[in-house]
Nanobody, 122 residues
Framework: VQLQASGGGLVQAGDSLRLSCVLSGRFMNRYASAWFRQAPGQEREFVAAISWDDTTTYADALQGRFAISRDDAQKTTYLQMNELKPEDTAVYYC?????????????????WGQGTQVTVSS
């Protein structure tokens, strides 16, 4: 099982970006996925998660600006990020777990992508 994240880049404050995470390899049809991020000098933190039934969960501070979604046919999870701020600068990681239900806990995800850099300039 492999996760390939893409879509990061350098943007200005107020811009939008959409990250993608493609899951490949043998995997159960119903899975949960999530996005985490790690800013320089900080621990990795939860961003958003989505369950097999499209139930979504967000970090409180990001609700309203970020939106997670998935396309099961393409085995792809997306993170739409709007009104980006300099403090959103981080490496964004996608993760997946063999469970119907998502989690906000990093250790409960067994599969991780390589990360994609998002840099927001002021």
């Amino acid at each position: 099982v492999q996760l390939q994240a893409s879509g990061g880049g350098l943007v200005q404050a107020g811009d939008s970006l959409r990250l993608s995470c493609v899951l490949s390899g043998r995997f159960m049809n119903r899975y949960a996925s999530a996005w985490f991020r790690q800013a320089p000098g900080q621990e990795r933190e939860f961003v958003a998660a989505i369950s097999w039934d499209d139930t979504t969960t967000y970090a409180d501070a990001l609700q309203g600006r970020f939106a997670i979604s998935r396309d099961d046919a393409q085995k792809t999870t997306y993170l739409q990020m709007n009104e980006l701020k300099p403090e959103d600068t981080a490496v964004y990681y996608c993760a997946a777990r063999s469970s119907f239900f998502s989690s906000m806990v990093e250790s409960e995800y067994g599969y991780w992508g390589q990360g994609t850099q998002v840099t927001v300039s002021s």
